[in-house]
Nanobody, 126 residues
Framework: VQLQASGGGLVQAGGSLRLSCAPS????????MGWFRQAPGKEREFVAT????????YYADSVKGRFTISRDNAKNTVYLQMNSLKPEDAAVYYC????????????????????WGQGTQVTVSS
């Protein structure tokens, strides 16, 4: 599975961006999907995840209420709508696919995801 993330860019604080991730292949609905981010000098951190059906989502506390993850299995695409962006949201954002069976306990752990995209840069100016 190859993941292609897009939608990053430069935005002012308070602005919005929508990231997209389109995995290759025909088994998109077999994977739970997640977004992680990594700022310079920091570890990669969990941002949001969505279950295979789209019925369950989880968010990091730092983005709850501002970011929304969604997926369209017919279009093989997962989205991350980011509103009210803050300078501390600036990072490279990665989408990842999870095919395991312990999703509800694994979802925050980057090492449990099986496939990763190349990342898209989000820059937030103050």
């Amino acid at each position: 599975v190859q993941l292609q993330a897009s939608g990053g860019g430069l935005v002012q604080a308070g602005g919005s961006l929508r990231l997209s991730c389109a995995p290759s292949g025909r088994t998109f609905s077999s994977y739970a999907m997640g977004w992680f981010r990594q700022a310079p000098g920091k570890e990669r951190e969990f941002v949001a995840t969505i279950s295979r059906s789209g019925g369950t989502t989880y968010y990091a506390d730092s983005v709850k209420g501002r970011f929304t993850i969604s997926r369209d299995n017919a279009k093989n695409t997962v989205y991350l709508q980011m509103n009210s962006l803050k300078p501390e949201d600036a990072a490279v954002y990665y989408c990842a696919a999870y095919r395991g069976v312990d999703y509800h306990s694994d979802y925050v752990r980057a090492v449990r995801y099986d496939y990763w995209g190349q990342g898209t840069q989000v820059t937030v100016s103050s």
